[in-house]
């Protein structure tokens, strides 16, 4: 579970960091917290990994150069 301050927070990070040209990814969240991003589409807005090899991974494989 996670409340709706702490969900607009991780937006709002997300919004700063694409602002600035950086990338934010959430990993090793617990199945519940997946779910609630899957419940409220944030899992369509935010980039979410399994593990931090995978988020590594994604960052590399899409990083400029």
């Not at 990993?27 to 980039?47: A, W």
């Not at 990994?49 to 150069?65: I, K, N, R």
Request: glycine share 6%; proline share 2%.
């Amino acid at each position: 579970f996670i409340d709706s301050s702490r969900l607009a927070f991780l937006v709002s990070l997300y919004t700063a960091m694409k602002g600035r040209g950086a990338r934010v990814i959430f990993c090793g969240l617990k199945r519940s917290l997946q779910e609630t991003f899957r419940i409220t589409r944030l899992d369509k807005v935010l980039t979410l990994a399994d593990t931090s090899f995978q988020a590594v991974a994604t960052l590399t494989s899409s990083a400029p150069g």
